[in-house]
């Protein structure tokens, strides 16, 4: 049998569902695909992208390998813990979403083979309780301290939409990308080649930083239980008593909360200027205010909104590399396209990949599809 989970492009909202606040991403086309058979003992990993086979048992502890493997054997960890009898298998794992691409790759891996280990023991979780775990897998496991907005839109999107996300109660709602102005737009993906690891110490020492200043404005403010209920103007009051990199970062997540929300109200709209627009000073905030872009992708945002037809232009994903996320007509994307793509090989020297996506099923609604 097999089982597959997109991967998500972020439309707006980054670095803020790990702190309560709101995110707006979408699934896309491209997926992982988990296939897999009973066997005779114990659980083996495989996948067409990488030589090496992983190996584990019912109760191993053996160390994580630091490769591919770690995410689904994150995610068997989780289901046996939760007592869950799963039989012996054999598990391959096959996609096409771009690795290190900032297009949650590793949430498709681990949404993908949750929904195949659950169909092979015969087990049902919600899509809540998917998502859930498949997160407790990358931070227990992997050890990457990310958020819940991959897993849950990997696995709670519906075609044509985008999943706007509470993240503190994960309330959410799906909006419609095909009305107004909107459903003459595309939504096209830029990948500067350049890779990231939301596993490495810039990810996670951002995370930290974020998180001082969270914990002296819930401290001056009891009433405030994360960033997510925070305003710029107790964060101005407490700016003395923390660090500027953490004046910083929560100036980002404070602003990026109240731009996701501007951004929701323009989707309702169809309004496809004001989500430009929205995305444009998203993408300066994270390179000022979150400091997690690089000059490629500085780059590539900056060319964006110069050409015809694009109406905004932001990094999307973790940071540090990865792709912009690009709001265009579509009767211009063909063109926006290729002068993109020829003025980042001229600038950098780089091929970067460039598609369009469009929004797509999250794994609960492939799967309802498919049965």
């Not at 989707?267 to 430009?276: F, N, T």
Request: charged share 20%.
């Amino acid at each position: 049998m097999q089982y597959t989970a997109p991967g998500r492009v972020n439309l707006l909202g980054e670095h803020t569902d790990y702190t309560g606040g709101l995110v707006l991403p979408m699934a896309i086309p491209f997926a992982t695909t988990a296939s897999i058979s009973a066997a005779d003992a114990g659980y083996r990993f495989t996948s067409t992208a990488f030589e090496n086979t992983r190996d584990t048992y019912a109760g191993d502890d053996t160390p994580k390998a630091n490769d591919w493997s770690d995410y689904p054997v994150g995610v068997l960890r989780e289901l046996l813990a939760l007592g869950l009898e799963v039989p012996p298998f054999s598990l391959n794992l096959d996609g096409d979403v771009p690795l290190g691409a900032g297009l949650s790759s590793s949430a498709s891996i681990e949404v993908a083979t949750t929904v195949a280990l659950l169909h092979h023991s015969k087990a049902s979780l919600s899509a809540q309780e998917m998502a859930l775990l498949c997160q407790r897998a990358e931070n227990r496991y992997v050890g990457s301290p990310c958020g819940i907005m991959d897993q849950f839109v990997v696995t709670a999107a519906i075609e044509g939409h985008a999943l706007l996300l509470n993240t503190r109660d994960l309330s959410f709602e799906h909006l419609p990308m095909n009305s107004g102005a909107l459903a003459e737009c595309s939504v096209v993906v830029a990948n500067s080649m350049v890779k990231h690891s939301i596993a490495n110490g810039d990810y996670g020492t951002r995370r930290n930083e974020l998180e001082v200043g969270q914990a002296a404005i819930c401290q001056a403010y009891p009433q405030v239980r994360d960033l997510g209920d925070a305003s710029m103007e107790q964060l101005e009051a407490c700016r003395s008593a923390i660090p500027a990199e953490s004046y910083l970062r929560c100036k980002h997540v404070i602003t990026e909360n109240a731009r996701v929300r501007e951004a929701a109200e323009s989707m309702k709209r169809g309004d496809a200027a004001a989500l430009g627009d929205a995305m444009n000073r998203s993408h300066a905030s994270q390179r000022d205010d979150f400091q997690d872009s690089v000059a490629e992708i500085d780059f590539l945002a900056a060319t964006a909104v110069t050409l015809y037809g694009c109406y905004g232009s932001r990094l999307t994903g973790g940071g540090f590399g990865g792709c912009t996320v690009n709001l265009v007509l579509t009767t211009a994307a063909e063109s926006f396209q290729r002068d993109l793509a020829s003025a980042y090989r001229k600038r950098y020297q780089i091929d970067a990949e460039i598609y369009r996506c469009t929004p797509s099923d999250g794994a609960v609604a492939r799967l309802e599809r498919n049965a």
